[in-house]
């Protein structure tokens, strides 16, 4: 059974450094295809692909965030941690980790965190 | 940045069939995925590579490719459809995820 969870601050300033971890079971991020992503839904809006690492260590990020985002994994806790700079209230938004299965060159996401709500204001 | 385009809202009346599109110049060199997403729960998966459905989910939702265009089609509509349906894929290389912009199904 995969189950994955977020963790991290529910309110951060602007201007700050937003640290979430992913801590996941049920998958192992040493297998062949198997990668963990990030996804956030601002209130009311679309979801947004943030970032992505597979178990091979290749790192994916969104072109128009990429400058703003670190992604990292700690296979032996079973962790992925993602970092993302110069906070602003645009930032607000729902923060899913997902587990990702590599088909051919991209993946797509079979099992979703219950989200973690961060709200960016001062 | 590469886009997929979906209707804001789709409406559809119990028992009939709702048909979302999505579309994007890549698609017919990469996989589409379906995602349904209720009132504060996360995402679903509800197809998988075009036209694939992960166990568990009803035999009424089915996926197609045609082109730069993919489409979900939900048969014998049910209220418990009522949703927010999102398509994803990837850029031509597979190197970005984009997700599409959602479409909100409502059953009449």
């Known amino acids: 059974q995969i189950t994955l969870k977020e963790s991290g601050p529910t309110l951060v300033k602007p201007t700050q450094t937003l640290t979430l971890t992913c801590t996941f079971s049920g998958f192992s991020l040493s297998t062949s295809g198997v990668g963990v992503g990030w996804i956030r839904q601002p209130p009311g809006k679309a979801l947004e692909w943030l970032a992505l690492i597979y178990w091979n260590d290749d790192k994916r990020y969104s072109p128009s965030l990429k400058s703003r985002l670190t992604i990292t994994k700690d296979t032996s806790k079973n962790q992925v941690v993602l970092t993302m700079t110069n906070m602003d209230p645009v930032d607000t938004a729902t923060y899913y980790c997902?587990?990702?299965?590599?088909?051919?060159?991209?993946?797509?996401?079979?099992?979703w965190g219950q989200g973690t709500l961060v709200t960016v204001s001062s | 940045s590469y886009e997929l385009t979906q209707p804001p809202s789709v409406s559809v009346s119990p028992g009939q069939t709702a048909r979302i599109t999505c579309s994007g110049d890549a698609l017919p060199k990469q996989y589409a995925y379906w995602y349904q997403q209720k009132p504060g729960q996360a995402p679903v998966l509800v197809i998988y590579?075009?036209?694939e459905r992960p166990s568990g989910i009803p035999e009424r939702f089915s996926g197609s490719s045609s082109g730069t265009t993919v489409t979900l089609t939900i048969s014998g509509v049910q209220a418990e459809d009522e949703a927010d349906y999102y398509c994803q894929s990837a850029d031509s290389s597979g190197t970005s995820v984009v997700f599409g912009g959602g479409t909100k199904l409502t059953v009449l």
């Open positions: 590579k075009d036209s």
């Open positions: 997902a587990h990702g299965v590599l088909v051919v060159v991209a993946a797509h996401f079979d099992y």
